[in-house]
């Protein structure tokens, strides 16, 4: 049996190939474009392509639909939201072809609605940051005196469909502001793209922690944590360096909130540690695979395939150790857009050049002696990229904005 796995240009995509490849599991990729790092992989057997999620929801399914019925694929795995969440809408057909080993919708519905989330933190007593929530723009208008700047003006969900296609929002610099004609713009213009209201929350200075865990029908089976050492863009975003730790107060909310769930499957719950009182303080859920999960496996806590066994053995024994002090890049172009935008930024361009070229006792996303030809395929989703920015296909931050055409073909 084989297990097919989505996303291929994506470095969580890659690490689920090699965690199953070093089992002796037939691994296939797949992505909207051939030449991408997982289908370089020597763990990886064959690469499908089907239509770009991007443009349309009904396209992508209806494409990996044909792949499914023409194959003999035990499982599926994916990692991006904007192939995940359309995955679990339509779990129900899919599993007709293959194990699609992810919650039902209305639990993940909790992890893509930041709404739903901090809602249920606040009910299960969960800390969370001083929130605002607004249903439409005269209430935004009646709360901007209470509010104490700065702020984060947060879109709902990192990815909301509209008409069927995505439109993705990011939290860049541009949502931390300072006064309240700035709120309500940024508010305005979120809602007019996506059709909600976003929420209003306070800045919480400090580090960010990743707890990432498996669950069994509402049963904790493992878990890992991680703390953010870089990341970008350096306002907020993926981590881009960052090392294994733990906490016993993460753990005590990741497992409360994900039991109040009743959650099956996989997930890391977000925090940032508030610099003015050392409190947790929940930031999001990812019900899915991570950008980092390289780094739990590197340190013990093998999330794809205790995910695999969990779902074809009924039960997987339970991991709560893992080595800490371990560290891991995304290299190539995380790390290295990192340092650039730390130049433009930092009164001490030496200090960001030593820390940049630390590079022993580190292990990486993509970089392996083992594994080397998905560099090569790094290097092409980088020239992709670019080019989509110089097009304008997307810009700077990753958002897109103008639709391609994708096609599905094996």
């Given amino acids: 049996m084989t297990v097919l796995v989505l996303d291929g240009g994506e470095r969580s995509s890659l690490t689920m190939v090699r965690s199953l ?36 929801m009904e396209m992508f399914i209806e494409g990996l639909l044909e792949i499914l019925e023409s194959s003999d694929y035990e499982m599926l795995l994916s990692s991006r939201e904007v192939t995940t969440i359309p995955i679990i809408y339509k779990k129900r057909k899919l599993e007709r072809y293959a194990t699609v080993p992810f919650p039902q919708p209305e639990k993940v519905e909790y992890t ?17 940051p001083k929130t605002y929530y607004a249903n439409d723009l005269d209430e935004l208008m009646d709360i901007k005196d209470q509010v104490n700047f700065p702020i984060v003006v947060k879109p709902r969900s990192k990815t909301t469909w509209v008409n069927g296609t995505p439109v993705m929002l990011k939290v860049t610099g541009r949502n931390y502001v300072r006064s309240a004609e700035e709120m309500v713009r940024i508010s305005t213009e979120i809602f007019k793209k996506t059709g909600k209201m976003p929420l209003i929350q306070e800045y919480v200075p400090g580090t960010g922690y990743g707890v990432e865990v498996l669950f069994n029908r509402g049963t904790p089976r493992a878990i890992f944590m991680h703390r953010r050492l870089r990341e970008y863009p350096i306002t907020g975003g993926a981590s881009t360096f960052r090392e294994s730790v733990y906490r016993e107060d993460l753990k005590e909310y990741a497992l409360k909130l994900m039991e109040a769930l009743n959650w099956h499957g996989v997930a890391m719950v977000e925090f940032k540690i508030d610099s003015r009182d050392d409190t947790p303080k929940l930031m999001e859920i990812n019900g899915r695979f991570w950008g ?12 794809p395939y205790l995910l695999y066994k969990m779902f074809t053995d009924g039960d997987v024994e339970p991991v709560w150790k893992y080595k800490l002090g371990v560290k891991c890049r995304w290299l190539l172009p995380g790390d290295i857009l990192w340092f650039i935008s730390s130049l433009k930024c ?46 304008g296909r997307r810009n700077i931050h990753g958002e897109v904005v103008k639709k391609g055409l994708g096609g599905a073909k094996k």
């Fill in 292 to 303: 980092s999960l390289a780094l739990s496996v590197a340190a013990g806590v093998d999330f």
């Fill in 346 to 391: 930092s009164a001490s361009k030496l200090k960001v050049l030593k820390e940049f070229l630390k590079f022993r006792h580190t292990c990486y996303d993509i970089l392996s002696r083992d594994d080397p030809l998905p560099m090569i395929g790094a290097f092409g989703t980088i020239i992709s990229y670019s080019w989509d920015v110089v097009t």
């Fill in 21 to 56: 490849g070093r089992k002796n599991i037939e691994v296939h990729t797949g992505e909207h474009y051939g030449f991408n790092l997982s289908a370089l992989s020597k763990y990886c057997k064959d690469n499908v392509t089907y239509p770009d999620p991007q443009v349309s």
């Fill in 112 to 128: 893509i609605d930041k709404l739903k989330t901090f809602k249920l933190a606040e009910r299960v007593g969960i800390p969370i």
